[in-house]
Protein backbone atom coordinates (compact mmCIF):
# COMPACT_ATOMS: atom_id res chain seq x y z
CA UNK A 1 0.00 0.00 0.00
CA UNK A 2 1.56 3.29 -0.85
CA UNK A 3 1.79 5.89 1.75
CA UNK A 4 -0.48 8.95 1.54
CA UNK A 5 0.80 11.92 -0.23
CA UNK A 6 0.03 15.38 2.21
CA UNK A 7 -1.32 18.26 -0.40
CA UNK A 8 0.69 20.12 2.93
CA UNK A 9 3.75 22.05 1.08
CA UNK A 10 6.86 21.10 3.15
CA UNK A 11 8.10 23.83 5.76
CA UNK A 12 11.21 25.49 5.27
CA UNK A 13 14.57 24.40 7.62
CA UNK A 14 13.66 28.09 8.50
CA UNK A 15 10.05 28.37 9.09
CA UNK A 16 10.89 25.47 10.98
CA UNK A 17 13.43 27.01 13.54
CA UNK A 18 10.92 29.63 13.95
CA UNK A 19 8.08 27.29 14.79
CA UNK A 20 10.18 25.69 17.26
CA UNK A 21 10.91 28.99 18.73
CA UNK A 22 7.37 30.31 19.29
CA UNK A 23 6.39 26.71 20.90
CA UNK A 24 9.11 27.28 23.13
CA UNK A 25 8.21 30.99 24.07
CA UNK A 26 4.99 30.32 24.73
CA UNK A 27 5.78 26.92 26.74
CA UNK A 28 7.98 29.56 29.27
CA UNK A 29 5.50 31.93 29.00
CA UNK A 30 2.85 29.49 30.76
CA UNK A 31 5.20 28.09 32.96
CA UNK A 32 6.95 31.82 33.90
CA UNK A 33 5.96 32.17 37.59
CA UNK A 34 4.05 35.50 38.86
CA UNK A 35 7.06 37.94 39.54
CA UNK A 36 7.66 39.00 42.89
CA UNK A 37 6.77 42.42 42.67
CA UNK A 38 3.28 41.71 41.18
CA UNK A 39 2.65 39.24 44.33
CA UNK A 40 3.44 42.27 46.21
CA UNK A 41 1.21 44.67 44.70
CA UNK A 42 -1.61 42.30 45.07
CA UNK A 43 -0.94 41.85 48.88
CA UNK A 44 -0.74 45.25 49.01
CA UNK A 45 -3.95 46.27 47.75
CA UNK A 46 -6.21 43.33 49.57
CA UNK A 47 -4.38 44.31 52.68
CA UNK A 48 -5.44 48.04 52.09
CA UNK A 49 -9.15 46.25 50.87
CA UNK A 50 -8.53 45.10 54.48
CA UNK A 51 -7.74 48.22 56.33
CA UNK A 52 -10.55 49.89 54.07
CA UNK A 53 -12.93 47.63 55.93
CA UNK A 54 -11.99 48.44 59.27
CA UNK A 55 -12.76 52.12 58.93
CA UNK A 56 -16.90 51.33 58.14
CA UNK A 57 -19.23 51.78 60.72
CA UNK A 58 -20.80 48.50 61.97
CA UNK A 59 -24.06 49.25 59.76
CA UNK A 60 -22.60 49.28 56.53
CA UNK A 61 -20.24 46.13 57.30
CA UNK A 62 -23.30 44.20 57.55
CA UNK A 63 -24.46 44.91 54.90
CA UNK A 64 -21.35 43.34 52.50
CA UNK A 65 -22.22 39.76 53.99
CA UNK A 66 -18.32 39.19 55.35
CA UNK A 67 -17.44 35.84 55.90
CA UNK A 68 -17.20 35.52 59.49
CA UNK A 69 -13.36 35.24 60.37
CA UNK A 70 -13.18 38.49 58.32
CA UNK A 71 -16.07 40.40 59.60
CA UNK A 72 -14.73 39.01 63.51
CA UNK A 73 -10.92 40.50 62.53
CA UNK A 74 -12.25 43.59 61.29
CA UNK A 75 -14.26 44.12 64.83
CA UNK A 76 -11.23 43.53 66.88
CA UNK A 77 -9.46 45.95 64.37
CA UNK A 78 -11.37 48.60 66.04
CA UNK A 79 -9.77 47.30 69.83
CA UNK A 80 -6.01 47.45 68.65
CA UNK A 81 -4.46 50.82 69.70
CA UNK A 82 -0.44 49.38 69.79
CA UNK A 83 1.80 50.21 66.55
CA UNK A 84 2.93 46.66 66.35
CA UNK A 85 -0.10 44.91 66.73
CA UNK A 86 -1.87 47.02 64.38
CA UNK A 87 0.75 46.19 61.96
CA UNK A 88 0.44 42.59 62.48
CA UNK A 89 -3.28 42.53 62.50
CA UNK A 90 -3.33 44.04 59.31
CA UNK A 91 -1.04 41.66 57.57
CA UNK A 92 -3.24 39.13 59.11
CA UNK A 93 -6.26 40.53 57.37
CA UNK A 94 -4.47 40.77 53.98
CA UNK A 95 -4.45 37.25 54.20
CA UNK A 96 -7.93 36.46 55.02
CA UNK A 97 -8.78 38.98 52.27
CA UNK A 98 -6.81 36.96 49.51
CA UNK A 99 -9.08 33.97 50.34
CA UNK A 100 -12.34 35.32 49.08
CA UNK A 101 -13.60 36.75 45.77
CA UNK A 102 -13.35 40.58 46.87
CA UNK A 103 -15.09 41.97 43.46
CA UNK A 104 -18.58 42.61 45.48
CA UNK A 105 -16.93 44.16 48.42
CA UNK A 106 -15.29 46.56 46.16
CA UNK A 107 -18.58 47.02 44.03
CA UNK A 108 -20.15 47.98 47.22
CA UNK A 109 -17.32 50.46 48.17
CA UNK A 110 -17.52 52.28 45.01
CA UNK A 111 -21.51 52.83 45.33
CA UNK A 112 -21.07 54.19 48.65
CA UNK A 113 -18.24 56.48 47.52
CA UNK A 114 -20.07 57.65 44.25
CA UNK A 115 -22.74 58.41 46.70
CA UNK A 116 -20.63 59.98 49.51
CA UNK A 117 -19.03 62.01 46.56
CA UNK A 118 -22.89 63.67 45.46
CA UNK A 119 -24.05 64.29 48.82
CA UNK A 120 -20.63 66.22 49.12
CA UNK A 121 -21.10 67.82 46.21
CA UNK A 122 -24.59 69.05 46.98
CA UNK A 123 -23.70 70.59 50.65
CA UNK A 124 -21.07 72.65 49.34
CA UNK A 125 -23.60 73.94 47.06
CA UNK A 126 -25.94 74.60 49.28
CA UNK A 127 -23.12 76.42 51.15
CA UNK A 128 -21.86 78.35 48.17
CA UNK A 129 -26.03 79.68 47.43
CA UNK A 130 -25.79 81.09 50.97
CA UNK A 131 -22.42 82.46 51.23
CA UNK A 132 -23.56 84.45 47.82
CA UNK A 133 -27.25 85.17 49.48
CA UNK A 134 -25.18 87.15 52.70
CA UNK A 135 -23.09 88.81 50.18
CA UNK A 136 -25.78 90.05 48.06
CA UNK A 137 -29.06 90.02 48.74
CA UNK A 138 -29.86 90.42 45.20
CA UNK A 139 -29.17 86.49 44.64
CA UNK A 140 -31.73 85.68 46.73
CA UNK A 141 -33.73 86.20 43.40
CA UNK A 142 -31.76 84.09 41.23
CA UNK A 143 -32.72 81.21 43.87
CA UNK A 144 -36.66 82.06 43.77
CA UNK A 145 -36.23 81.91 40.06
CA UNK A 146 -35.15 77.91 40.23
CA UNK A 147 -37.54 78.15 43.54
CA UNK A 148 -40.53 79.78 43.15
CA UNK A 149 -42.51 78.22 45.77
CA UNK A 150 -39.92 79.60 48.41
CA UNK A 151 -41.16 81.69 51.30
CA UNK A 152 -38.96 85.15 50.24
CA UNK A 153 -40.04 87.15 53.24
CA UNK A 154 -38.89 84.07 55.72
CA UNK A 155 -35.62 84.20 53.94
CA UNK A 156 -34.94 87.70 53.84
CA UNK A 157 -34.91 88.01 57.31
CA UNK A 158 -32.81 85.43 57.95
CA UNK A 159 -29.72 87.03 55.82
CA UNK A 160 -30.68 90.32 57.14
CA UNK A 161 -29.85 88.73 60.62
CA UNK A 162 -27.10 86.63 58.92
CA UNK A 163 -25.51 89.77 57.86
CA UNK A 164 -25.68 91.76 61.54
CA UNK A 165 -24.51 89.04 63.06
CA UNK A 166 -21.72 88.47 60.45
CA UNK A 167 -20.65 92.05 61.34
CA UNK A 168 -20.85 91.82 64.82
CA UNK A 169 -18.66 88.82 64.63
CA UNK A 170 -21.68 86.92 66.46
CA UNK A 171 -22.41 82.75 65.99
CA UNK A 172 -23.74 82.35 62.64
CA UNK A 173 -26.96 80.95 64.06
CA UNK A 174 -29.04 82.78 60.87
CA UNK A 175 -26.27 81.23 58.45
CA UNK A 176 -27.00 77.73 59.80
CA UNK A 177 -30.78 78.25 59.79
CA UNK A 178 -30.30 79.64 55.73
CA UNK A 179 -28.58 76.43 55.16
CA UNK A 180 -31.42 74.13 56.77
CA UNK A 181 -34.19 75.75 54.81
CA UNK A 182 -32.31 75.13 51.47
CA UNK A 183 -31.83 71.95 51.89
CA UNK A 184 -35.40 71.92 52.97
CA UNK A 185 -36.62 73.95 49.91
CA UNK A 186 -34.20 72.02 46.86
CA UNK A 187 -35.12 68.26 48.67
CA UNK A 188 -38.91 69.34 48.12
CA UNK A 189 -38.38 70.34 45.06
CA UNK A 190 -36.89 66.74 44.23
CA UNK A 191 -39.16 65.17 45.49
CA UNK A 192 -42.26 67.06 43.58
CA UNK A 193 -40.09 66.75 39.82
CA UNK A 194 -41.63 64.51 37.81
CA UNK A 195 -40.38 66.80 34.63
CA UNK A 196 -36.67 64.95 34.52
CA UNK A 197 -35.71 61.62 36.06
CA UNK A 198 -32.44 62.51 36.07
CA UNK A 199 -33.65 65.75 37.90
CA UNK A 200 -30.74 66.61 40.91
CA UNK A 201 -30.88 69.24 43.45
CA UNK A 202 -26.38 69.87 42.78
CA UNK A 203 -28.03 70.57 38.80
CA UNK A 204 -29.96 73.83 39.92
CA UNK A 205 -27.17 75.08 42.72
CA UNK A 206 -25.03 75.11 39.86
CA UNK A 207 -26.62 77.08 37.94
CA UNK A 208 -26.42 79.99 40.50
CA UNK A 209 -22.28 79.23 40.67
Known amino acids: MKPQISDKPKK ?4 R ?3 NQLKTQDELNADE ?20 LCELPKDKLAKLDLPEALLAAVI ?6 ANGAIRRHRQYLGRLMRDIDTTPIVEQLSRWDGKHTAENAYFHGLERWRDRMIADSNVLSEFIALHPKTDSQQLRT ?52
Open 12 to 15: SAKE
Open 158 to 209: LIRNAQKEQAASKPPKSSREIFKLLREITQESQENSDADTSYSPTDELEKGI
Open 17 to 19: YLD
Open 76 to 81: ESKKIT
Open 33 to 52: PISKTKLKAEADAQQALGVR
